[in-house]
């Protein structure tokens, strides 16, 4: 409990393709991706369940935001030594603040 | 209901169990739950993860359905290039590669769009990161084979409907920068291609039909002017005209289905955003959120109650990841009261 911010849960899972999550999944509860497989998960124990099925790691969101940063500064890095040609057909990527 | 035998002219069946393979519409009574029974319904529509395309890539041509679809071309070079894969519901296999003649670079295939079936699709025009093609092909199943090159150079614009009846609306030409927005559509046999009636608003990167829309009826919605519109524009084979716009401005929209039936997905700006929307050619109603905010390039396909999306723009570039919109067909019990 003393992980889990009051509205969702917070954890690292990786997307393994189909069945990742499911239709049903997703009428459980709130399921949001982020960078650096950072998931934001609505606070209920189906969410809590699928968190554990999937072999997650749940952080708190201090720690998720700054996975999150870490990832999206590496991307940025990345994106600042592309060609001018490559960076016409790439947004440069931004910040992501976790809800 | 002792009156369901007189309205509908049939009896209804006394079951201990809920029959399989039940017809749409098909009513019955299951003694064991003692509940009055209709196949048929409609569920509550959301998305699922699919299989991981196998690299992470945008600007691909998407076409197919949910288990049948296709993802062709796009860019990095590297790992999309000329590639096509194709999808049964569960995941990517390799297909053969585009063509792009004359010159087969992969450079060609970023920014194309796709439309048909897997067995009877094709793409056309896209170019990366200059160098705009009117390059046309069609797939098989197995092969592209190159056809008519479309009447000017295009990429970032709309396909839409089957091989032999489709239409390429939208889309930047060579020049700028700015690029210049288009209002052109093409429409294509599946050799040939004859100039249909213009858009009234300029537009790329819009959301459109998909594969299930025709020559007669297309939609085009969004995408940038080059600023984000939400304006949304009905085709009848001749004319384009303005109807109920899309409940936000936005650009690379994902898409699927008919000019009656159509889901909107996605988007830019907002995130990369992660709303949805139905049309049901009147008005557009929220529908579930998708799990991953992406700038989709069109590498989507299916119909408005079973989508796919891969790969695309997410907030740290790109991605590899799928998800299918499905609105499932339940069996629900009948209220008598």
């Keep these: 409990m003393a992980l889990r911010e009051a509205l969702f849960i917070y954890g690292t899972a990786t997307n393994t393709g189909k069945d990742f999550f499911t239709h049903q999944n997703r009428q459980d509860f709130f399921l949001q991706g982020h960078p650096a497989d950072v998931w934001v998960i609505g606070y209920n124990e189906k969410g809590a369940r699928w968190l554990a099925e999937k072999n997650g790691v749940e952080k708190t969101k201090t720690e998720a935001q700054a996975l999150v940063d870490t990832e999206v500064t590496a991307s940025q890095d990345a994106w600042d030594l592309l060609s001018d040609e490559e960076k016409t057909v790439l947004s440069r990527p931004t910040q992501v603040t976790l809800p | ?337």
Aim: glycine share 18%; with cysteine; charged share 10%.
């Design chain 2, 1 to 337: 209901m002792t009156t369901y035998p007189q309205i509908k002219g049939l009896r209804i069946k006394y079951l201990s169990a809920d029959p399989s393979g039940a017809e749409d519409g098909q009513v019955w009574y299951n003694s064991g739950s003692g509940n009055l029974r209709v196949s048929g319904i409609q569920g509550t529509g959301a998305w699922s993860s699919g299989g991981n395309y196998p690299a992470p890539l945008q600007s691909g041509a998407g076409f197919g359905t949910q288990t049948a679809g296709v993802v062709a071309g796009g860019t990095p070079p590297s790992t999309a290039g000329l590639k096509t894969f194709e999808y049964d519901g569960s995941s990517w296999t390799a297909g053969n590669d585009m063509s792009r003649t004359p010159t087969g670079s992969p450079y060609l295939s970023a920014y194309n769009s796709g439309s048909g079936t897997l067995t009877a699709g094709w793409a056309a025009g896209g170019g990366h990161p200059g160098g705009i093609n009117a390059l046309t092909e069609n797939y098989n199943g197995t092969n592209w084979t190159a056809s008519a090159s479309m009447p000017a150079s295009r990429k970032a614009g709309n396909a839409s409907g089957p091989q032999t009846a489709g239409l390429y609306f939208a889309g930047v030409a060579p020049g700028g920068p700015p690029a210049p927005t288009q209002a052109s559509t093409f429409e294509y046999d599946g050799e040939g291609w004859t100039a249909g009636g213009n858009l009234n608003t300029a537009r790329t990167n819009a959301g459109s039909t998909g594969p299930t829309g025709s020559q007669t009826a297309g939609l085009c919605f969004g995408g940038n002017t080059p600023g984000q519109t939400s304006n949304n524009e009905e085709y009848n084979g001749t004319a384009w005209t303005e109807v109920t716009n899309y409940p936000s401005a936005l650009s690379y929209l994902g898409y699927a289905g008919t000019q009656t039936a159509c889901i909107g997905y996605n988007g830019y700006p907002g995130g990369p955003g992660v709303t949805a929307k139905s049309y049901d050619g009147t008005n557009w109603t929220s529908i579930a959120n998708l799990s991953i905010g992406r700038l989709n390039y069109h590498q989507n396909g299916g119909t408005a109650d079973a989508a796919f999306v891969a790969g695309g723009e997410a907030t740290s570039g790109l991605i590899a990841s799928t998800e299918e919109f499905t609105i499932p067909v339940e069996t629900k019990n009948l209220s008598t009261s």
